[in-house]
């Protein structure tokens, strides 16, 4: 079994920065890639970025550049930073061990303009 639990979400201003953390219990999260998705009001749960095991990296087309996905294994962590927040990235940001049912319960971040 793997826990996951999120933190670091909160409100914002617009153009301000946020970084979101994820701890996970269990042995898979040397094994698998994990990914941050977030899902808005009324919108379907999107990706935001993925990142394997050896810490490659992709990114959801309107991440890039703004935020950065990272890993530490030693730790069992795997952190969001976004950067240039906007109002549009109001969500619930999740994080997901990848091509498991494991998921966390998500963190609230929200921007405003």
């Known amino acids: 079994q793997v826990q996951l639990v999120e933190s670091g979400g909160g409100l914002v201003q617009a153009g301000g920065s946020l970084r979101l953390s994820c701890a996970a219990s269990?042995?898979?999260?040397?094994?698998?890639?994990m990914g941050w998705y977030r899902q808005a009001p009324g919108k379907q749960r999107e990706l935001v970025a993925t990142?394997?095991?050896?810490?490659?990296?992709n990114y959801a087309e309107s991440m890039k550049g703004r935020f950065t996905i990272s890993r530490d294994n030693g730790k069992n962590t795997v952190h969001l930073q976004m950067n240039s927040l906007k109002p549009e990235d109001t969500a619930v940001y999740y994080c997901?061990?990848?091509?498991?049912?494991?998921w966390g319960q998500g963190t609230q971040v929200t921007v405003s303009s």
């Open positions: 997901n061990v990848e091509g498991t049912r494991f």
């Open positions: 269990g042995r898979l999260f040397r094994v698998y890639a």
């Open positions: 990142i394997t095991p050896g810490g490659s990296t």
